[in-house]
């Protein structure tokens, strides 16, 4: 059977959150294979956003190394040359930029300083509109849209980055169901066209919809990685979540039920 190849590698990782702090990863090593989804699952204050944070290069580990994979070479995630792209929970946006005006943003490593954006960069803006199903939006400014519409604009800034790679953190958090449903088929058709997806969330039932792989932490004892199915155990859970936590399946769906 042929192995899946590694998009990123993190070798021995370590890392504390601040000086004096409690929280810390200690020699964490994870490979996360290419063309696969992955949740991060945990309580508050567990690390996702910090774990995610270093995935993408924006915090530095204290010891160990973090590579991305691209054409067969590893290349320290500093130097991903923006193939990577990130969605925070929550972000501050001007709301009087336009969707086009908002989705060029993730043009901007291709666009030559005081130069302005090229035929290309608009082509793939409209060509990333019709693939997330947004035209129908227009030339409407951020501050009309929905919370549904707009994380589908913001996905559509990280298309348009041209990234490999994209980190959720906690992407359905706040969303009506529908959008919950439209997010979640996005990123599988975003699996389906060769991009890994990382995503966080406190909801264990979240990953086992979409999640070939998850990472469980627990705050200062350990992280957890393998298949979902796998990795999600009742007990592993239970210990993590800090409380009883059980899975029933009816007719091919997942329940969960916490307490005793």
Sequence with gaps: MKLPNIKLDLKSVG??????GDFNFEN???RIPENTITSLIGKNGS???TLLLLMMGFLKPVTGEIY???EGKHIPIGNSAGKIAYL????????????DE??????TPFIKNISQPSNEDYLIIEEIKTKLGIKHLGARKIIHLSGGEFQFVRIGRALAQNAEVILFDEPITHLDIGAKIKIFDLIKMLKAQG????????DPLEAFQIADNSILI????????GATNEILSDENLSLCLGTSVKYKSYKGQKFLFIGK
């Excluded at 925070?88 to 969707?99: D, F, G, L, N």
């Excluded at 908002?102 to 043009?107: A, E, N, T, V």
């Excluded at 991009?195 to 406190?202: D, G």
Aim: aromatic share 16%.
């Design 28 to 30: 964490l090593s994870l």
């Design 88 to 99: 925070p929970q929550r972000e501050i946006v001007a709301k009087k930029y336009s969707i």
């Design 102 to 107: 908002f989705l060029l943003l993730g043009r």
């Design 47 to 49: 690390g996702k956003t």
């Design 195 to 202: 991009k890994t997806i990382l995503f966080s969330s406190h």
């Design 15 to 20: 890392y504390v959150y601040e000086k004096g």
């Design 218 to 225: 627990e705050k200062n004892k350990g992280v957890l990685f």
């Design 68 to 70: 991305f994979y691209m």
